[in-house]
């Protein structure tokens, strides 16, 4: 019964992004690329699977982290990490750039502020199964479209700030971005953002 229910959530997640009303692209415009005026932009591309990206590396440093998965947090996957630059020295300390909950580690780049992208084995439904089915009164679940991907969206707290989880499909299985952030902070923000809409998908 569990299970009926949670794939019904998700399918109404899912309707509800083909309902939701964006703002059109323009036809014929180019996605924002490096061009030859820029050739000395600090832009780096890159890809994870099938996604390509790109960030700045005058402003953000790129880590591989492992990444717990919602929502339980038990399992981890591979991620690529973008940290605000200026951060990097709180790796290791006791504390990172907001107040975390206290353990005896120090903070690291899975804790710190950034967005992160991993490309998970399964298919989304897979894992809104297991999310729809533990959603409790902390967590926030709702439609999200990135580039015309419909998916959806997990808000839950978790070491003593915010995080974001967006569940995309692509090519049969689930692109994951997760953003960490502060609410009161701007340290790389423009940035960070900068890699979410440089995303480009392999049906593009």
Do not use: W
Not at 55 to 69: F, H, K, M, W
Not at 98 to 104: H, R, V
Not at 166 to 174: D, K
């Amino acid at each position: 019964m569990r299970r009926h229910r949670a794939t019904a959530c998700i399918a109404l997640c899912l309707a509800l992004c083909a309902c939701a009303q964006e703002e059109p692209e323009q036809e014929g415009s180019p996605p924002p690329a490096i061009t030859a005026e820029a050739s000395a932009d600090p832009m780096q591309e890159d890809t994870l699977g099938p996604v390509h990206y790109a960030y700045d590396t005058g402003v953000l440093t790129r880590a591989e982290i492992s990444l717990p998965l919602p929502p339980d947090f038990e399992e981890s996957v591979f991620a690529v990490k973008f940290l605000p630059t200026e951060l990097l020295d709180n790796l290791g300390d006791t504390a990172c750039s907001y107040e975390n909950e206290a353990d005896d580690g120090g903070c690291t780049a899975e804790q710190e502020i950034g967005f992160a992208l991993a490309f998970l084995e399964r298919p989304i439904d897979t894992y809104g199964e297991a999310i729809f089915d533990q959603v409790d009164d902390s967590m926030n679940v709702e439609p999200a479209t990135v580039r015309g991907h419909e998916g959806f969206k997990l808000e839950t707290p978790r070491g003593g700030t915010m995080l974001n989880y967006t569940f995309l499909p692509v090519a049969g299985r689930t692109l994951l971005l997760v953003e960490r952030n502060q609410a009161d902070s701007h340290i790389g923000a423009e940035a960070l953002a900068q890699v979410r809409d440089s995303l480009r998908f392999p049906d593009e």
